[in-house]
């Protein structure tokens, strides 16, 4: 992106690249665009520009932009009682906490407060250590838990491979993913099947008792938006109760709505013992996030002190900011709206871009939560980049959706929509259209086959 031209916008450019030290970047190679404004769908640059923005910037604006009632709340609570140590009651957090439970799966009626999503992982793997007295956790290769110690370590992420000592405990195994199929399986049900024998296989190798928690999210969402099949989630449950191992549902960022349902879990009728939770429970307007506790884990310390926490546990603005987002999607049917833009406006458009576009070789999702894989042919699935690195067709890709004035989020090859769950049918028709020219230049990236001629 060019330097604004905008003064104000150059400085905050130019003070950006002197002192911020960016997260999973090589600094020297950074570009930043310089976001002055945004509201609803859309976000605008230093320069005036306006982008609609289908990243869901790293998948949590739900609510979208600026929504005035969750602002309204932020600034009525600041007004009031701007902060307060979290060993005190106070009114936004005993609401938040309350209005979580209403919605967690059965049962998961107390509430740990975090600051985002890897500190909640990180005390959810804490919680079920001390409850069980074990150390091991499993979990999934493509999957991605937090960029902390032990979160960042569990992840079955390529990013974690810089500082994984192999001394965090994980243990990692394959979860169902049909399309590129670890177990050579042909239909979802023989995927699932072969997944979980898999997974009992590599306990009993561990050891059964070894483990204390399984982690997983619900639907993978950065590792590539892969939906489980039938029975694969119940299936995990029963092992986990068999060898009574703690399951921890990551639902960092499926909660709250995005899938079309309150969490993800939802569509599955599976209840973990631990759910975690950030990003859509405020729509990201201030740092939240949390673990939503089974009665038995949480007698566990009913009278043994629980040996953690946060400074900013349950911060009285964040809380603020959550009840009013909870409550505002609540009233206004925005988990309905967004379950039936997936299945009526979102998801249908995506398979006709895949019908048109050789370079997309896989669709999947729910809700207002979907990812196209990208490949350079269709019949082999060779990936449009290799696993674990950047290359600069996707580079390219994000460019030219930038240009376009359309923001996704790209993972590998992969580019993932997550529109907010507020946008309007006419918006996400207009982001289907700047799609569409994208995926134009994907498509110079294919080699022909048959399949892409056809196509």
Not at 145 to 171: C, F, I, K
Not at 427 to 448: Q, W
Request: one cysteine or more.
């Amino acid at each position: 992106m060019p330097i604004p031209a905008d003064p104000a916008g150059r400085e905050t450019y130019l003070l950006d690249r002197a002192h911020v030290f960016h997260s999973w970047s090589a600094q020297a190679s950074l570009d930043p665009l310089v976001i002055s404004g945004a509201s609803g769908s859309r976000v605008t640059d230093a320069d005036g520009k306006d982008y609609l923005d289908f990243s869901g910037q790293l998948i949590y604006t739900n609510l979208g932009h600026q929504h005035p009632a969750i602002v309204a709340a932020v600034q009525e609570q600041a007004g009031r009682l701007g902060t307060i140590a979290p060993q005190h009651a106070v009114e936004a957090r005993s609401r938040a906490a309350a209005l979580i439970a209403e919605r967690t799966p059965a049962g998961l009626d107390k509430v740990f407060f975090t600051n985002g999503g890897t500190d909640a992982n990180e005390h959810a793997i804490r919680m079920a250590r001390l409850h069980t007295g074990r150390y091991k956790v499993l979990a999934q290769f493509r999957s991605y838990h937090g960029g902390t110690q032990t979160s960042l370590n569990v992840s079955g992420d390529p990013r974690r491979w810089a500082t994984d000592y192999g001394n965090s405990g994980a243990v990692h195994f394959f979860g169902p993913f049909l399309y590129r199929s670890a177990f050579g399986a042909s239909t979802e049900a023989e995927e699932c099947r072969r997944a979980l024998d898999h997974l009992e296989q590599l306990i009993a190798m561990e050891g059964p008792d070894a483990f204390a928690a399984l982690i997983l999210e619900t639907i993978p969402g950065t590792a590539g938006v892969m939906p489980p099949p039938p029975g694969y989630l119940a299936g995990v449950r029963e092992l986990c109760d068999r060898y009574g191992i703690v399951l921890i549902l990551d639902e960092v960022m499926v909660g709250f709505g995005r899938t079309g349902a309150w969490f993800a879990a939802d569509h599955y009728g599976v209840v973990p013992d631990l759910l975690t939770f950030a990003k859509g429970v405020n729509s990201g307007y201030v740092p939240l996030g949390g673990v939503a506790i089974s009665e038995e884990i949480a007698a566990t310390f009913a009278h043994r002190p629980y040996p953690g926490g946060l400074t900013y546990s349950g911060h009285p603005l964040a809380c603020a900011a959550a009840v009013a987002a909870i409550t505002t999607m609540a009233e206004q049917n925005i988990v309905e709206r967004a379950a039936q833009l997936g299945r009526d406006v979102l998801g249908p458009a995506l398979r006709r871009l895949q019908a048109k576009h050789p370079s997309v070789g896989d669709v999947r999702g729910l809700g207002c939560f979907w990812a196209l894989e990208l490949v350079v042919d269709r019949e082999t699935r060779e990936p449009l980049t290799p696993y674990g690195t950047v290359n600069p067709a996707m580079a390219e890709i994000g460019a030219a959706a930038r240009d376009a004035g359309l923001l996704i989020f790209t993972s590998m090859h992969r580019i993932h929509l997550a529109p907010p769950l507020t946008c309007t049918e006419a918006e996400i028709a207009e982001g289907i259209d700047l799609l569409d020219g994208v995926l134009d230049r994907a498509d110079r990236h294919t080699r022909p086959t048959p399949t892409a001629r056809i196509a």
